[in-house]
């Protein structure tokens, strides 16, 4: 009883662990079965969202790609030139437009050589690793000569002058626009010779005329003897005006041609300009306030610089207040003091004891004359050495008791400060214009190069 009882118990344990077995065995059946079916669902949608962004980025790239396209077409067809290249200035793109300012015939796109074999231009070169350098836009002007290898077909090659607007771009890269102004340049010299060869053909009657009006003038009485004066004003004032225009279309042509170079002492030249139009100045109790070296001299042309110091105080007394000062300071400096650009901003107001020995060769001389005046009217202070241009008195900027700088001249023809700049410049030099900070009158700064070594 004991044997069986003990072999029933083990058959039933038995059973019952099988039983257990078999459904442990459905149960992790069913869970592998919902697992499987979890995880293809879960597969499914991964591959799903998976090939949709795989399209979209696609579409997306297509629509990049029809951009470039579009800015590719735009920059072919631009009547601009542009040129981009890259850090270490090869040549990456470039439109017909820039090829044919540029002349460039040997890169062909996707050819990557260096921007110097295909182009000899130190100014472009300049512009670019000055915009790489600094990071911001750039504009510059220059006048390209195209090389020519034919000895034959060397004059047939022109020069242009072209502008550039340079930009920096990602990673070192520069895209350069090209703009062609010889065009413009060559109007504005056609314009300035039709008004050259009118002013030669109006220079001969108008003399007549003058002649006329004074033989006339001392053989009438009033009031037809007022009527040929006023006459004999206004052809005096177009003979003026004629010759002011040759004079500065001269100036303009042959620079360096119309200059005669000779030592002169500066202070001496400002002194002698000045008693010139000292009655002038009586009248309105001015005075002049030199401030500079005792002795300075250079090489400059004393006719010409003796025109821009008596337009100057001619436009300073007339435009002045009453018992005004016109302040003239004379700075010399030497070629270490100079900035980036070959100028000096000395301070408006500099003492005496301040300036360099007389006997120092300086490499630049500075010239700043101050009135106390009502200054330039501020819309005038980009035009003032535009030909012909005159002050708007209903746009002057105060209401003192004398005018806003009219930038007239001596002879009232709108040129007077246009053949300023044309003289300073054709000594190598600059002019500015503004308004003083403290008189408020005309600032004129005038820089000029040492000439000492000129024969």
């Known amino acids: 009883m004991t044997l069986l009882a003990f072999l029933l118990g083990l058959a039933l344990g038995i059973g019952f662990w099988l039983w257990q077995r078999q459904r442990l065995q459905r149960q992790l059946k069913q869970m592998l079965g919902v697992l499987q079916t979890d995880a293809s669902s879960t597969a499914m949608s991964v591959v799903s969202r998976l090939r949709q962004e795989i399209a979209q980025a696609n579409e997306h790239r297509s629509q990049l790609e029809e951009r470039l396209q579009t800015w590719r077409r735009l920059l072919e067809v631009a009547p601009l030139g542009y040129l981009q290249v890259d850090e270490e200035n090869r040549l990456l793109c470039c439109n017909d437009q820039a090829r044919h300012l540029l002349q460039i015939d040997r890169w062909e796109p996707r050819q990557l050589r260096l921007l110097l074999e295909l182009v000899r231009s130190y100014e472009l070169d300049q512009l670019i690793e000055q915009t790489r350098h600094q990071q911001k836009p750039t504009i510059q002007e220059w006048v390209f000569h195209p090389p020519c290898l034919d000895g034959e077909a060397m004059g047939e090659v022109r020069s242009l002058t072209l502008r550039a607007s340079s930009w920096p771009l990602p990673h070192g890269h520069v895209g350069v626009f090209l703009e062609n102004r010889q065009p413009l340049i060559e109007l504005a010299q056609s314009r300035n010779q039709w008004f050259s060869d009118l002013a030669h053909e109006l220079r001969t009657p108008l003399t007549s005329i003058r002649l006329v009006a004074e033989a006339l003038q001392g053989r009438l009485e009033n009031p037809a003897r007022r009527w040929v004066e006023q006459l004999l004003h206004e052809t005096n004032r177009l003979i003026n005006l ?101 100028t000096v901003d000395s301070p408006p107001f500099s003492n005496a004891s301040d300036q360099p020995d007389s006997d120092a060769s300086p490499s630049l001389i500075q010239i700043d004359m101050i009135d106390t005046g009502s200054g330039f009217a501020d819309s005038d202070l980009p035009h003032v050495f535009k030909r012909l241009y005159r002050g708007d008195p209903s746009r002057q900027k105060s209401q003192g008791t004398s005018e806003p700088f009219t930038l007239v001249g001596s002879s009232g023809s709108g040129l007077g400060l246009s053949i300023i700049q044309q003289i300073i ?21 005038i820089k000029l190069p040492d000439h000492k070594n000129l024969s």
């Open 242 to 342: 004629i010759q002011n225009w040759l004079e500065l279309s001269n100036l303009e042509k042959n620079p360096s041609k119309s200059l005669t170079y000779q030592s002169l002492e500066l202070r001496s030249l400002i002194q002698s300009a000045w008693q010139t139009l000292e009655p002038l100045a009586q009248q309105k109790q001015m005075c002049l306030a030199y401030v500079g070296p005792d002795t300075l001299w250079i090489r400059a042309d004393e006719a010409r610089l003796t025109q821009v110091f008596l337009n100057l105080f001619d436009n300073s007394i007339k435009h002045s207040h009453r018992q005004g000062t016109i302040r003239v300071e004379v700075t010399a400096r030497e070629a270490q003091v100079l900035d980036s650009e070959g």
């Open 425 to 445: 410049q054709a000594h190598g030099g600059t002019v500015q214009a503004r308004n003083h900070p403290e008189t408020g009158g005309a600032w004129l700064q």
